[in-house]
Nanobody
């Protein structure tokens, strides 16, 4: 499995932007599809975005389409989540996760980074 650590969270006003990063250990990062999830207080964890191994294919939750962009740099073992036009409802702990195929479960998770959007 790959070890993951998120960074880049913080407090931002509505309409602002943040860029989250997720650094992965090991030489096999390029073999994993990478995802971002979030969990708001009192709510279930929800899918945000996913990017496949080569970075050529991405998917997004409807709630973030057009505002968030997922990308990866396999040379740096890092996946990013660029978040623009943030809304108070985007407030959550954001997690990155890894899975080997699109049909397998996300087996590796980071500890999360807090994003707070003030109105």
């Amino acid at each position: 499995q790959v070890q993951l650590v998120e960074s880049g969270g913080g407090l931002v006003q509505a309409g602002g932007s943040l860029r989250l990063s997720c650094a992965a250990s090991g030489r096999t990062f390029r073999l994993y599809a990478m995802g971002w999830f979030r969990q708001a207080p009192g709510k279930e964890r929800e899918f945000v975005a996913e990017i496949l191994r080569s970075g050529g294919s991405t998917g997004y939750a409807d709630s973030v389409k057009g505002r968030f962009t997922i990308s990866r740099d396999n040379a740096k073992n890092t996946v990013y989540l660029e978040m623009n036009n943030l809304k108070p409802e985007d407030t959550a702990v954001y997690y990155c996760a890894a899975r080997l195929t699109i049909t397998s479960n996300f087996a590796s998770w980071g500890p999360g980074t807090q994003v707070t959007v003030s109105s």
